[in-house]
């Protein structure tokens, strides 16, 4: 499972998470943005080596860029007094990678951080690139697009649902189904969005397929999430860590992440949309 879900971490933080920055069209992490191979890549690195202090000072460098990007977070809140629905997504956008960087450099070092084991906290990672910073990223996306009731609660529930997963790991699993719950809720809401785009008229074949590609994948991905967060929940069977590595994991990582952030390039590529205010 470690090759696997390294890899999947790989993509994340050389692929998904300079895309998504590009996508945003902020100015203000700009210079992260162009500086990010300096932070990913020794972090990427460190995924391969063995648990020590070569890992966790690479790690500590990935976790210095997300550390720096998190910052953004509250200077936006702070200037942003009319905040609408797709700018709290993008905001969480902003933070998770920090969150995801935070538990790499403690599973790098082999410290049980706030006493959860290392199988957990490597999981951690992938799980907030792409369940948080991926996901709340597109969230945002098409809420600025499909300005309506679903697309704010599609922008709202899926931060929201990011947040109670992690309040989870603290309190209980019956506090993490609830996030699942919460997070499934408005993923499906996404991929409803994102199928309507990528049925509506105008769109090339290629932008339509990644589009439909990514709405169709959250179906299976998340009833895999609920699945498993019910039988950590109720004791009843459920896939196992491996199984949804193999599956969850990677149908998130290239089925919707990496689909939707190519499909959005097209669409800002051929159409510009409207960004924070700006064009983008």
Same mark, same amino acid.
């Given at each position: 499972?470690?090759a696997?879900?390294?890899a999947?971490v790989?993509?994340?933080?050389? $692929?998904?998470? *300079?895309?998504g920055?590009?996508?945003t069209?902020?100015r203000?992490p700009?210079?992260?943005? %162009?500086?990010?191979?300096?932070?990913?890549v020794?972090?990427?690195v460190?995924?391969? /080596?063995p648990?020590g202090?070569?890992?966790?000072?690479?790690?500590?460098c =990935?976790?210095l860029?997300?550390?720096?990007?998190?910052?953004h977070?509250p200077?936006?809140?702070v200037r942003?007094?009319?905040?609408?629905?797709a700018?709290?997504a993008?905001?969480t956008? /902003?933070?998770?990678p920090?969150v995801?960087?935070?538990?790499l $450099?403690?599973?790098?070092?082999?410290h049980?951080?706030?006493?959860?084991?290392l199988?957990?906290?490597?999981?951690?990672v992938?799980?907030?690139?792409?369940?948080?910073?991926?996901a709340?990223?597109?969230?945002?996306?098409?809420c600025?697009?499909?300005?309506?009731?679903?697309?704010?609660?599609?922008?709202?529930?899926?931060?929201?649902?990011?947040?109670?997963?992690?309040?989870g =790991?603290?309190?209980?699993?019956?506090a993490?189904?609830v996030?699942?719950?919460?997070?499934?809720?408005?993923?499906?809401?996404?991929?409803?969005?994102?199928?309507?785009?990528?049925?509506?008229?105008? %769109?090339?074949?290629?932008t339509?397929?990644?589009?439909?590609?990514?709405?169709?994948?959250?179906?299976?991905t998340?009833?895999?999430a609920?699945?498993?967060?019910?039988?950590?929940?109720?004791?009843? *069977?459920?896939?196992?860590?491996t199984?949804?590595a193999?599956?969850?994991?990677?149908?998130?990582?290239?089925?919707?992440?990496l689909?939707?952030?190519?499909?959005?390039r097209?669409? %800002?590529?051929?159409?510009p949309?409207?960004?924070?205010? %700006?064009?983008?």
């Amino acid at each position: 499972m470690s090759a696997l879900v390294n890899a999947i971490v790989m993509l994340g933080m050389l $692929v998904v998470v *300079p895309a998504g920055l590009r996508l945003t069209e902020l100015r203000e992490p700009a210079l992260i943005r %162009r500086l990010w191979p300096l932070f990913a890549v020794p972090g990427a690195v460190a995924l391969w /080596l063995p648990r020590g202090t070569t890992a966790t000072v690479l790690a500590c460098c =990935y976790a210095l860029g997300a550390g720096l990007l998190a910052l953004h977070a509250p200077r936006r809140a702070v200037r942003g007094k009319g905040l609408d629905h797709a700018g709290i997504a993008l905001l969480t956008a /902003l933070v998770t990678p920090a969150v995801a960087a935070t538990a790499l $450099v403690a599973e790098r070092a082999g410290h049980e951080l706030f006493g959860f084991d290392l199988g957990i906290l490597a999981l951690t990672v992938p799980h907030f690139h792409f369940a948080g910073f991926a996901a709340a990223l597109i969230a945002g996306l098409v809420c600025r697009v499909a300005d309506s009731p679903a697309g704010r609660f599609a922008a709202l529930s899926v931060p929201l649902g990011t947040l109670l997963v992690l309040a989870g =790991y603290f309190v209980g699993d019956w506090a993490e189904l609830v996030g699942a719950v919460v997070l499934t809720a408005g993923m499906w809401t996404v991929g409803l969005l994102t199928w309507r785009m990528g049925h509506a008229d105008g %769109r090339d074949r290629t932008t339509r397929l990644l589009l439909l590609t990514s709405a169709a994948v959250l179906v299976a991905t998340m009833l895999l999430a609920l699945s498993w967060a019910l039988g950590e929940a109720t004791g009843l *069977p459920h896939p196992t860590l491996t199984w949804m590595a193999a599956t969850h994991g990677l149908g998130n990582a290239l089925g919707f992440a990496l689909c939707s952030l190519l499909a959005w390039r097209r669409i %800002r590529a051929q159409a510009p949309i409207r960004t924070e205010g %700006r064009t983008a």
